[in-house]
């Protein structure tokens, strides 16, 4: 999760606020790092891969002068991290950082290579600095041309610009799910990505909406919309303390990581789901289609968490790709001398990369021959390494040991997957493979919508928290869910929960209900729908509580649940990580009433490194 600074000002040097920005945005993760500034009437830009403290050695120790500049951090998401991909990016006199993905770039970057301009990133970013400088060239104001330039994106930014012929000024944008903050004090204005870069300076910041362009100097901030029509952006005052502040203003970080999803699907979808052609694009990673066709098997492996993604990914990948799939812990597949062979796939799931019986499944997979595919969150972890292939998660940094926002984007990087697994062996269309695309497309707006049920979550949480066990039930794409789900509550609040394929409930588990237990049906996959209500009512029959997570305007589970928790209708497996959402929420509200720690339960640790 990128980090932009921003600084004008006239008593302070640019580059202490900006790399002093930089550190506290540091928590939030990042591979590369940058700054420009206007250093005697030209932009100085200086770039270095890994941390800030190789930054600082490639300024030296002779800091620049400049009182206007802006800085970054990189979390790779186009692009692998390096040098030459870090930002900020120069065409002619501007510079350009940017937070987001441009869904459109390949026609972008196409038009703009007819048109002469030579491309130094593998970066979407860079796109945007030559839109920019195109518009400078025709004789447009700074202002103006970010104007032009920004309209013609596709997709998510937040932008921060300089140009050497204006250089007193930045000019800042937003769009989609990546915020910018503007801030003002005495003589300076600020630019940032959150709040904690610049909270040291100003407590009096502007947060910009969709479709807002800003331009601030030292004494002046204005924002203005896309018709460039001037707005009045009321200010806020920031109340909160340092350590609240890397929280966003949330209370925990695991409730800021929970309302991050929508940004970290759309990220994790980013540019590869190519709608125009209905094909994936899996960040360059090479899968022949005569390989595919010959492939025997895929093998998904995962510990926790991630190991109810792979449930997931083998349904994806056995219903579209139509090969036969299998899902294991990775602690057991190790041990049971697994028949593999070259003619395989084996997919390992580890938001960290260094979780160890992962790890281990994955090295017994390469060692019998296997191709090694790795989805992770984590560049240059250990399973990135050591996989013949990795396709990276865009989740950003989770503090929060019970893992949220990283397991939706492992179904989202699974589903990315299989839909390429299917075009390759000929079992999907790219007409097929687009309806699906547009479905991953409005998952982020209904997993926001979803987020709107927060209050309504919370008041069900408050009747049912004395309960002493919960039932989880789900069915197809429910059933991991439902897994997920138990899981989130007992990790949090310390409850019994159980997880069940809703069938089996008759084989055991009915004899436990009363009408001290509730239960919670994952009722909003459309694939299992009538099934699982069946489920409900046997419940409802014996005297269990029923609470039920379904779609909007499902009047039958309205009329066969104590409580709904209604959510935005999506197809099947997209409706899993829907419905998922709302069970996050109602184990983090259970767990705050009873007073646990929610962001670091008692015993668990975020990655578990040792067997």
Same mark, same amino acid.
């Given at each position: 999760?990128?980090?932009?600074?921003?600084?004008?000002?006239?008593?302070?040097?640019?580059?202490?606020?900006?790399?002093?920005?930089?550190?506290?945005?540091?928590?939030?993760?990042?591979?590369?790092?940058?700054?420009?500034?206007?250093?005697?009437?030209?932009?100085?830009?200086?770039?270095?891969? *890994?941390?800030?403290?190789?930054?600082?050695?490639?300024?030296?120790?002779?800091?620049?002068?400049?009182?206007?500049?802006?800085?970054?951090?990189?979390?790779?998401?186009?692009?692998?991290?390096?040098?030459?991909?870090?930002?900020?990016?120069?065409?002619?006199?501007?510079?350009?950082?940017?937070?987001?993905?441009?869904?459109?770039?390949?026609?972008?970057?196409?038009?703009?290579?007819?048109?002469? $301009? &030579?491309?130094?990133?593998?970066?979407?970013? %860079?796109?945007?600095?030559?839109?920019?400088?195109?518009?400078?060239?025709?004789?447009?104001?700074?202002?103006?041309?970010?104007?032009?330039?920004?309209?013609?994106?596709?997709?998510?930014?937040?932008?921060?610009?300089?140009?050497?012929?204006?250089?007193?000024?930045?000019?800042?944008?937003?769009?989609?799910?990546?915020?910018?903050? !503007?801030?003002?004090?005495?003589? %300076?204005?600020?630019?940032?990505?959150?709040?904690? @870069?610049?909270?040291?300076? &100003?407590?009096?910041?502007?947060?910009?909406?969709?479709?807002?362009?800003?331009?601030?100097?030292?004494? =002046?901030?204005?924002? +203005?919309?896309?018709?460039?029509?001037?707005?009045?952006?009321?200010? #806020?005052?920031?109340?909160?303390?340092?350590?609240?502040?890397?929280?966003? *203003?949330?209370?925990? +970080?695991?409730?800021?990581?929970?309302?991050?999803?929508?940004?970290?699907?759309?990220?994790?979808?980013?540019?590869?789901?190519?709608?125009?052609?209905?094909?994936?694009?899996?960040? /360059?990673? %090479?899968?022949?289609?005569?390989?595919? #066709?010959?492939?025997?098997?895929?093998?998904?492996?995962?510990?926790?968490?991630?190991?109810?993604?792979?449930?997931?990914?083998?349904?994806?990948?056995?219903?579209?790709?139509?090969?036969?799939?299998?899902?294991?812990?990775?602690?057991?597949?190790?041990? #049971?001398?697994?028949?593999?062979?070259?003619?395989?796939?084996?997919?390992?799931?580890?938001?960290?990369?260094?979780?160890?019986? =992962?790890?281990?499944?994955?090295?017994?997979?390469? #060692?019998?021959?296997?191709?090694?595919?790795?989805?992770?969150?984590?560049?240059?972890?250990?399973?990135?390494?050591?996989?013949?292939?990795?396709?990276?998660?865009?989740?950003?940094?989770?503090?929060?040991?019970?893992?949220?926002?990283?397991? =939706?984007?492992?179904?989202?990087?699974? $589903?990315?997957?299989?839909?390429?697994?299917?075009?390759?062996?000929?079992?999907?269309?790219?007409?097929?493979?687009?309806?699906?695309?547009?479905? !991953?497309?409005?998952?982020?707006?209904?997993?926001?919508?979803?987020?709107?049920?927060?209050?309504?979550?919370?008041?069900?949480?408050?009747?049912?928290?004395?309960?002493?066990?919960?039932?989880?039930?789900?069915?197809?794409?429910? +059933?991991?869910?439902?897994?997920? /789900?138990? !899981?989130?509550?007992?990790?949090?609040?310390?409850?019994?929960?159980?997880?069940?394929?809703?069938?089996?409930?008759?084989?055991?588990?009915?004899?436990?209900?009363?009408?001290? +237990?509730?239960?919670?049906?994952?009722?909003?996959?459309?694939?299992?729908?009538?099934?699982?209500?069946?489920?409900?009512?046997?419940?409802?029959?014996?005297?269990?509580?029923?609470?039920?997570?379904?779609?909007?305007?499902?009047?039958? &589970?309205?009329?066969?649940?104590?409580?709904?928790? @209604?959510?935005?209708?999506?197809?099947?497996?997209?409706?899993?990580?829907?419905?998922?959402?709302?069970?996050?929420?109602?184990?983090?509200?259970?767990?705050?009433?009873?007073?646990?720690?929610?962001?670091?339960?008692?015993?668990?640790?975020?990655?578990?490194?040792?067997?």
């Amino acid at each position: 999760m990128c980090g932009i600074v921003g600084f004008a000002g006239k008593t302070r040097r640019a580059q202490d606020v900006i790399l002093d920005g930089l550190r506290r945005l540091e928590y939030r993760g990042y591979d590369s790092a940058g700054i420009a500034i206007v250093h005697q009437g030209k932009i100085r830009v200086v770039r270095s891969a *890994g941390k800030l403290c190789n930054l600082e050695a490639s300024l030296g120790d002779a800091p620049l002068a400049g009182e206007v500049g802006i800085g970054h951090t990189r979390w790779a998401t186009h692009g692998r991290p390096s040098v030459e991909n870090a930002h900020p990016h120069l065409v002619g006199s501007v510079a350009v950082i940017h937070n987001g993905i441009v869904e459109n770039y390949r026609a972008l970057r196409d038009e703009l290579i007819s048109r002469g $301009h &030579t491309f130094r990133s593998q970066t979407d970013t %860079e796109i945007i600095a030559h839109l920019i400088d195109s518009e400078r060239r025709q004789g447009k104001p700074l202002l103006e041309a970010v104007r032009a330039a920004v309209a013609r994106i596709e997709g998510s930014y937040a932008i921060a610009v300089l140009d050497e012929e204006e250089p007193d000024r930045i000019v800042a944008a937003r769009n989609g799910g990546s915020p910018v903050i !503007l801030g003002e004090s005495d003589e %300076e204005r600020f630019v940032a990505s959150d709040i904690p @870069a610049i909270l040291p300076y &100003t407590r009096r910041v502007f947060p910009l909406e969709d479709g807002d362009v800003a331009l601030i100097t030292a004494n =002046t901030l204005s924002v +203005f919309n896309l018709e460039g029509q001037p707005i009045e952006r009321p200010p #806020r005052e920031i109340r909160w303390d340092p350590v609240q502040a890397e929280k966003g *203003g949330y209370e925990r +970080f695991m409730k800021k990581e929970i309302f991050e999803q929508p940004r970290a699907i759309a990220d994790t979808i980013g540019t590869r789901a190519l709608e125009d052609n209905g094909d994936i694009d899996l960040d /360059g990673i %090479e899968l022949d289609a005569g390989w595919a #066709r010959g492939l025997r098997s895929v093998q998904l492996v995962a510990c926790g968490t991630a190991f109810h993604a792979t449930l997931l990914g083998r349904w994806m990948i056995e219903r579209y790709a139509r090969i036969r799939a299998d899902a294991e812990l990775a602690s057991e597949f190790r041990y #049971r001398e697994p028949v593999l062979g070259s003619d395989d796939l084996l997919i390992a799931v580890s938001q960290s990369g260094e979780t160890a019986d =992962t790890l281990a499944a994955s090295r017994e997979g390469a #060692r019998l021959g296997a191709r090694v595919l790795a989805v992770t969150n984590t560049h240059d972890s250990s399973l990135a390494r050591e996989s013949d292939d990795v396709l990276y998660t865009h989740a950003g940094p989770e503090i929060g040991v019970a893992s949220t926002k990283c397991f =939706t984007t492992q179904i989202v990087a699974l $589903h990315l997957i299989a839909l390429k697994l299917a075009l390759l062996r000929g079992a999907l269309s790219s007409d097929e493979v687009r309806k699906h695309i547009q479905a !991953l497309r409005r998952l982020p707006r209904q997993v926001e919508q979803t987020l709107g049920l927060w209050d309504h979550i919370a008041g069900i949480a408050r009747r049912h928290s004395h309960a002493h066990d919960f039932l989880f039930l789900g069915r197809g794409v429910g +059933f991991p869910t439902a897994l997920e /789900g138990a !899981l989130k509550l007992k990790e949090l609040s310390y409850i019994h929960a159980e997880g069940y394929a809703a069938a089996e409930m008759k084989h055991g588990p009915i004899a436990l209900i009363d009408d001290n +237990f509730p239960v919670v049906v994952v009722a909003n996959q459309p694939d299992t729908h009538a099934k699982i209500l069946a489920n409900a009512a046997e419940v409802r029959t014996r005297g269990g509580i029923v609470i039920a997570v379904a779609r909007v305007g499902d009047t039958e &589970t309205l009329s066969a649940a104590d409580e709904v928790i @209604a959510v935005p209708p999506a197809p099947d497996p997209l409706s899993a990580v829907i419905g998922t959402v709302p069970l996050q929420i109602l184990a983090y509200q259970v767990a705050t009433l009873k007073g646990t720690d929610v962001d670091q339960p008692r015993n668990l640790a975020k990655s578990v490194t040792v067997e």
